[in-house]
C-alpha cells in the first residue's frame, strides 16, 4: 500500500496532503465536499472568518453524517425486523407441513 501526495483546493487554499492510493478518489471527494460546504457557509450572508466558517461547515457535515448513521441504524432495524417476522411465518408454515406429513405417515 503505497501512499501518494495529493494537493487539494479549500476555499482557494491549496493543502497538500498525504493518503493511499486506493483512497486518493475518496480524499478528493471529501475535499470537493468540504469545499462546496466552506463555500455555502461563506454565501449564507452573515459576514464570518474562515475559522468560523470552517467550525460551522464541520458541524453541518457531522450532522449531515450523524442523521445518514442514524436512518441507516434504522433501516437495518426494520430489515432485522422483517427478517424474524418471514422467518417465524416460515417456521410456522413448516412445522404445520411436518406435523401433517407425520399424522399422514401414522394413519
Known amino acids: 500500500m503505497s501512499k501518494a501526495t495529493i494537493s487539494i483546493s479549500i476555499l482557494g487554499k491549496d493543502f497538500t ?3 493511499p492510493d486506493e483512497e486518493r478518489e475518496a ?8 469545499d462546496a460546504q466552506m463555500q455555502e457557509t461563506q454565501r449564507s450572508g452573515k459576514t464570518m472568518g474562515i475559522e468560523r ?4 461547515a464541520a458541524l453541518n457535515i457531522a450532522y449531515d ?3 445518514l448513521r442514524e436512518q441507516s441504524q434504522a433501516t437495518v432495524s426494520d ?3 422483517r ?4 422467518t ?3 417456521d410456522g408454515i413448516l412445522r404445520e407441513e411436518f406435523k401433517e406429513q407425520a399424522d399422514q405417515a401414522g394413519s
Open 17 to 19: 496532503v498525504s493518503c
Open 27 to 34: 480524499l478528493m471527494r471529501a475535499a470537493k465536499y468540504v
Open 53 to 56: 466558517g470552517a467550525v460551522m
Open 65 to 67: 453524517l450523524l442523521r
Open 79 to 81: 430489515m432485522n425486523r
Open 83 to 86: 427478517v424474524r417476522a418471514l
Open 88 to 90: 417465524e411465518k416460515v
